[in-house]
């Protein structure tokens, strides 16, 4: 949903624009170990987050005071603002609204972190692929994968979930997961395109290793780290997302509770029943923040390249 | 030399960072007369290109020129003087000729453009007359067709032309002093003499005074009259160049001399200098090279040399001033006896 | 030059007829047709099945895929059920005003995102740098609907400074003078180009900020400085000028994303366009209209891409001049 974070090193670039190759007479020793001590600390605080809100999704049956889909007082305590008795308020259907989001944060982890797992694992398999073949097969393989590109995500799976909708759980993650593995690919095939002219690698194929074999011994370890740094920074976007589709009716099935179709059901009264916009929206936020600091973090700290500063060596 | 063009002085420039200090230039003295050419010669760290970054504040961050630092060019003390005031002398008075022609210069403008740019920054000329004056210089550098290659871009020039033009751009505003670092070393050996017998052309017929800075013995040799020899930080010994070559002093500049090919020599095998320069973070005590050197003994370790006159113009930084007997028994250097000795990370 | 002119124009096409194949699949395959949906409730299955017969839905999957593809190669999307028009038509309609949505969007994104990149690079490390990025996160954190939602609920009804949805005042806009037209158009256009240019612009900033970062210690930032030049132009007109390059091509790769996000944009802000009519026809199972507004926004992002291309390669000296 987002124009790319570049998840890897600026190598790419630079080798885009060879002839800028930097040579600096400064030694750049700058201000590493503040900035390594910056991105651990980013990398704890965030994992702490991203632990704490897995566990309130967890603990959701003991934390949450009444059931979400309970409809408490459809007369009495329908739209109610936030109070004592209900921290967040009541939806239109007198539901807890803190409830429903406790046990939305159940659907929308998931939904997202299993989406993920799904596009990663699709995409590396793809990129693996692409990038070992080579020759034509690659090259048709990423004409696909520019056209997949080129249609827009969200108006591709508004499209497909709409006229199959209501879909169940598992279908959402399919759909989701199915249409966002195609810059994973694209990464995992650069990535493999550079590792396969290592010497090892052009090694171990003089020696007759076999395909399967050089991919999962030499390329996938190698391609991993990128993969894991895009997938994180991916669980924010796929939260964005999921929660977009529920809000427009067609993401998660009603009654289920997640944080998009809590504003779904409250999407006709906002002037009124700000809270129904406000809190679903902080801990979408929240979450997200966590799971992209978590990334870059993760990023900076595994691209040894990025310690000096952001300096291209 | 009466009146020297530039003089240095206690010119020190340290790097902070990690808790540390990198102290990359530290105390330099040396001048430079006008119309003279002078060489600075040492090995990669020894701190002869931070000299030249600093007579111009273009060291950046984390880099600085230390207190006390003075560098004196036509009345001004250049480590004081104001930015407006800098960038005035930067490009007009005092030029500088970069390493890697491939990378110095813009890769999205015209080589007319970024010649025409310094008449534009520094004269009061017009569009035109800057280009124009662009396209005479390219013709000076020696560089055919100067009028369409002036509309070409950097990457459409070979190495060679295009450090012609990074020279062409040095000279434009006829500055006074012009600042070679490494002018040849990114280049083939053949374009190296055309780059250096250019630059001696310019010299005598515009009697600008060259700082040229190279690692390499044999480009000083055949172009400069003075050399100044740094290792560590420091000047090690400066002399006129016939006396350098003829009679080295430090042991520095003897192995640095020993290691340069020469005609006649071609079967004795070339020596090289034991270990590598250590980091600026942590010079050795006493004598900086002391861990490398065939005569060190004790006092060096501990012992500061001053630079003691050894003849006419002729400096070293070496206690074998006082004690020249024991340049008869060399031996292996410590960093050759003790091996493992984890001095440097 | 020309050669890779030539080469990139037949990727787009071959990119747009993939595009096209692979809507038409993903939406025919989906359950049902238009014809379960239409009409009466009650129309009888007999009546339906005459509807599909009709428009040629009872035909072989790939009979209907070749005929489509010819409809389209002609320009022929096909028949909006709900709006009982061409598709064609329906989207000739509509298109211009989110074209004028997403450039209004795309040029303050731009600017914001180049601008903040900017100040961040030069500053890099500073405590302003730091917050800026912090703030960026958060932006880029934000699901587009939701920014939308909170900058109508404050600035359209809290504090009714803009016009809470819409393009045109529906009830004067009939009346104005020309400019007062375009002032009506421009005051709802506030609040949607502006939601929709912060959400890209952080992604932008960031990018610049690192595209900057690796220019500014290059040796040719240095001849600059060498030259004399002040510190503003150095950065400027040097640095900049080489670190504007590849937020070319960002652009490219932002236009997926700013489709999509225009489509949340316009529905929260009612925009009559693409995105809304798309909306509209989800809602009541337009097939064709679904599938031609597909095609169109997967065309877009294709000429977007391709417009970003040669735009790189007409900046670029050193792609421009081989």
């Known amino acids: ?313 | 030399m009466a009146d020297p063009l530039l003089q240095i002085e206690n010119l020190r420039t340290f790097f902070y960072g990690d808790g540390t200090v990198s102290r990359a230039v530290d105390g330099v003295t040396f001048s430079i007369g006008a119309g003279e050419t002078i060489g600075l010669v040492g090995e990669s760290g020894c701190g002869k290109s931070v000299t030249a970054l600093s007579v111009l504040r273009l060291v950046r961050p984390p880099g600085r020129i230390e207190e006390g630092s003075r560098i004196l060019f036509e009345g001004r003390d250049l480590a004081t003087l104001d930015e407006k005031g800098l960038r005035a002398v930067r490009g007009a008075r005092i030029a500088m000729v970069f390493q890697e022609p491939m990378t110095a210069l813009n890769p999205v403008f015209t080589i007319g453009e970024q010649i025409a740019e310094v008449v534009r920054i520094h004269g009061k000329a017009s569009r035109r007359e800057a280009w124009d004056r662009a396209v005479e210089m390219l013709q000076i550098v020696g560089i055919p067709g100067p009028a369409e290659r002036a509309r070409e871009y950097p990457h459409q020039l070979s190495g060679g032309m295009r450090q012609r033009v990074v020279i062409a751009m040095a000279l434009v505003m006829n500055p006074a002093l012009v600042i070679a670092d490494e002018p040849t070393t990114a280049l083939d050996v053949t374009i190296q003499a055309q780059i250096i017998e250019l630059l001696q052309q310019l010299q005598s017929r515009y009697q600008t005074s060259i700082l040229l800075i190279t690692h390499d013995l044999g480009v000083v040799a055949e172009t400069v009259s003075r050399v100044i020899v740094m290792y560590g930080g420091e000047i090690v010994e400066e002399a006129p160049v016939k006396a350098l070559f003829a009679e080295p002093h430090h042991p520095y500049t003897e192995g640095l001399l020993a290691a340069m090919p020469r005609l006649g020599q071609a079967r004795e095998r070339l020596r090289t200098i034991p270990g590598t320069v250590p980091p600026p973070t942590r010079w050795p005590s006493g004598c900086r090279f002391h861990d490398r050197c065939p005569y060190a003994w004790e006092r060096c370790t501990v012992d500061h040399p001053p630079l003691y006159q050894i003849g006419s113009a002729h400096v070293s930084r070496c206690h074998l001033a006082e004690e020249p007997a024991r340049r008869e028994h060399p031996h292996e250097p410590f960093v050759m006896q003790q091996p493992q000795r984890s001095g440097r990370s | 030059m020309r050669r890779y002119l030539v080469t990139r124009l037949a990727q787009s096409v071959i990119v747009v007829l993939l595009v096209t194949t692979i809507s038409f699949f993903l939406i025919r395959l989906a359950p049902g047709d238009p014809f379960s949906f239409v009409g009466d409730i009650n129309m009888s299955a007999t009546a339906r099945d005459q509807l599909r017969a009709q428009y040629g839905y009872n035909k072989p999957v790939l009979e209907q895929f070749a005929l489509f593809v010819a409809n389209v190669a002609r320009g022929r999307l096909g028949y909006s059920q709900s709006m009982h028009r061409n598709v064609g038509e329906v989207i000739a309609d509509v298109l211009p005003r989110t074209l004028l949505l997403m450039s209004v969007a795309l040029l303050l994104s731009f600017t914001i995102g180049i601008v903040v990149g900017a100040v961040q690079a030069v500053r890099r490390g500073s405590w302003f740098d730091r917050s800026l990025s912090g703030v960026l996160l958060l932006f880029y954190s934000i699901p587009d609907f939701w920014l939308a939602l909170m900058a109508l609920l404050a600035l359209g009804y809290w504090l009714p400074i803009f016009p809470a949805g819409g393009m045109i005042d529906q009830v004067v806009h009939d009346y104005m003078s020309l400019g007062g037209r375009i002032r009506d158009i421009a005051a709802h256009l506030v609040l949607p180009s502006l939601t929709l240019a912060l959400l890209s612009a952080a992604g932008i900033a960031r990018y610049q900020r690192d595209t900057l970062l690796e220019i500014l210690p290059q040796d040719f930032v240095r001849t600059a400085r060498a030259k004399g030049l002040g510190e503003r132009a150095v950065i400027l007109k040097h640095a900049l000028r080489n670190a504007l390059l590849p937020v070319i091509t960002l652009l490219g790769l932002s236009l997926p994303t700013l489709v999509g996000g225009a489509f949340f944009i316009e529905k929260v802000f009612a925009w009559p366009g693409m995105g809304y009519v798309a909306a509209n026809a989800i809602a009541s199972r337009d097939y064709d209209l679904v599938t031609g507004s597909v095609i169109v926004g997967g065309i877009m992002v294709t000429l977007g891409s391709l417009l970003a291309d040669l735009l790189y390669a007409a900046a670029d000296p050193r792609l421009r001049t081989r």
């Open chain 1, 1 to 313: 949903m987002r124009p790319p974070i570049p998840v890897s090193a600026p190598a790419e670039r630079l080798a885009a624009s060879s002839v800028a190759s930097s040579v600096t007479t400064m030694p750049l020793v700058l201000d590493a170990p503040l900035r390594r001590a910056r991105i651990t600390s980013a990398l704890w605080w965030s994992l702490a987050l991203i632990a704490l809100l897995c566990l309130v999704a967890l603990l959701a049956p003991v934390l949450a005071p009444y059931s979400p889909n309970e409809q408490l007082d459809i007369v009495a305590l329908k739209n109610q603002a936030p109070s004592v008795a209900h921290p967040l308020g009541t939806d239109q259907y007198s539901r807890d609204l803190l409830s429903r989001m406790l046990f939305g944060a159940r659907i929308s982890l998931s939904v997202a972190m299993l989406a993920v797992l799904l596009a990663a694992t699709v995409g590396t398999a793809y990129g693996l692929v692409a990038g070992y073949l080579g020759g034509r097969a690659d090259a048709i393989m990423m004409r696909l994968l520019d056209a997949c590109l080129a249609i827009p995500r969200v108006l591709l799976l508004v499209a497909v979930l709409a006229l199959w909708s209501p879909v169940p759980l598992i279908s959402l993650i399919l759909v989701i997961g199915l249409t966002g593995w195609f810059e994973v690919s694209r990464l995992v095939r650069a990535e493999v395109l550079s590792v396969m002219k290592r010497e090892y690698v052009v090694a171990a194929r003089a020696l007759g290793t076999p395909g399967p074999r050089i991919i999962w011994r030499h390329i996938l370890p190698n391609v991993l780290t990128p993969v894991l740094v895009a997938a994180t920074l991916g669980v924010g976007n796929v939260i964005i997302l999921e929660a977009g589709l529920s809000y427009l009716g067609i993401g998660a099935r009603a009654p289920t509770a997640s944080w998009g179709s809590i504003f779904f059901d409250g999407s006709d009264a906002f002037q009124a029943t700000w809270w129904i916009a406000l809190f679903p929206g902080l801990a979408i936020i929240v979450t997200v923040v966590a799971f992209n600091t978590f990334g870059a973090a993760l990023r900076d700290a595994l691209d040894p390249h990025q310690l000096a500063g952001g300096n291209a060596r």
